[in-house]
């Protein structure tokens, strides 16, 4: 009996499927059986029922801060990582506050 759970156990893998927004953050575990895919598991995860603004197809995913392509093969304890497209550009923000603090300095 015992040789059966731990055949069991090694049938399967336990993920993270992560995603935040301004209002509210996202974290499902889930578990998939070894050869899952991000893709798959963002799919079985119920993410984007909830969330369906999602959209893989565009969207950037990764796994712990690296960026991965969406037929990446998990494993064991993998955190995916949803990534929502950027809404201003880093270096103009980075500039306009450059510039805004060069001003308070002038005054």
């Given amino acids: 009996?015992?040789?059966?759970?731990?055949?069991?156990?090694?049938?399967s893998i336990h993920v993270?499927?992560?995603?935040?927004?301004?209002?509210?953050?996202?974290?499902?575990?889930?578990?998939?059986?070894?050869?899952?895919?991000i893709q798959?598991?963002?799919?079985?995860s119920g993410i984007i029922q909830q969330a369906p603004e999602i959209d893989v197809s565009v969207?950037?995913?990764?796994?712990?801060?690296?960026?991965?392509?969406?037929?990446?093969v998990l494993r064991e304890h993998d955190r995916i990582e949803i990534y929502r497209p950027l809404i201003a550009d880093p270096k103009d923000s980075r500039r306009k506050r450059a510039e805004?603090?060069?001003?308070?300095?002038?005054l």
């Fill in 40 to 44: 798959q598991a963002i799919q079985s």
């Fill in 1 to 11: 009996m015992q040789c059966m759970a731990d055949a069991s156990a090694l049938a």
């Fill in 59 to 72: 969207w950037r995913v990764g796994i712990y801060g690296k960026l991965k392509t969406l037929d990446t």
């Fill in 16 to 37: 993270q499927v992560c995603y935040a927004r301004p209002d509210k953050q996202f974290l499902l575990e889930q578990t998939v059986v070894p050869g899952t895919t």
């Fill in 100 to 106: 805004s603090k060069d001003a308070k300095k002038k």
